[in-house]
């Protein structure tokens, strides 16, 4: 399986943060979600549902699963920069 072009990582984190604002309907707009801020709890506010319907969104978008059983999911989950990243090293398309 070969990876996908790599973009910079901030219009991963801008493209991504429009990914989360149209799944969820939120009422922010992707711009307004800074890279470092909390996306669970503090932060956007985000619960567990919400996790899930990213998780569903980001795996059909780029390619790959994000496990709900994955040690490293509060890390993944801590902000957008932390989601990015991620995404960045496991993307295929």
Known sequence: MSQAPQIPLND???EVAALIVEALNL??????IQPDDPLYGEGL???SIDMLEISLVISKQYGFQLKSDNENNVKI???L???????????TK
């Open 77 to 79: 989950f801590a902000s």
């Open 45 to 47: 506010g985000l619960d």
């Open 81 to 91: 920069r932390s989601l990015s990243e991620h995404i960045a090293s496991q993307r």
């Open 12 to 14: 991963l984190m801008a």
């Open 27 to 32: 009422d922010v707009k992707p711009e307004d």
